[in-house]
């Protein structure tokens, strides 16, 4: 059971208007971006199974997490990603610059 107070930090989260679906070699995958107000930003990617990966750390700009996140699209490849059905449903990925 979620608690309220677990429940109202959710109503506070901000978006950020650089969320997107990204898409290469015919494989998309959705990245999101959002931060709770006084925090750095969170960034996730959401793969086609609903699978999460979450970058640790925050980051001090929308953009900077945007362009962390393709770049490592692009370095690693979008299949690195996208987990199979059966897989974990969170993984954590690292390489946020303090």
Known sequence: MTSFSAM????KLIYSALNQTCTWNSRSVVIRIYRLPNTGWTVEVIDE??????WDGEFETDQEALNTVLSDI???GISA???????QNLRRF?????
């Open 74 to 76: 692009k370095m690693e």
């Open 81 to 87: 990603f996208i987990a199979d059905a059966s897989s």
């Open 94 to 98: 690292g390489r946020v610059k303090k």
């Open 49 to 54: 199974n609903h699978n999460t990966t979450v």
């Open 8 to 11: 109202q930090d959710e109503n």
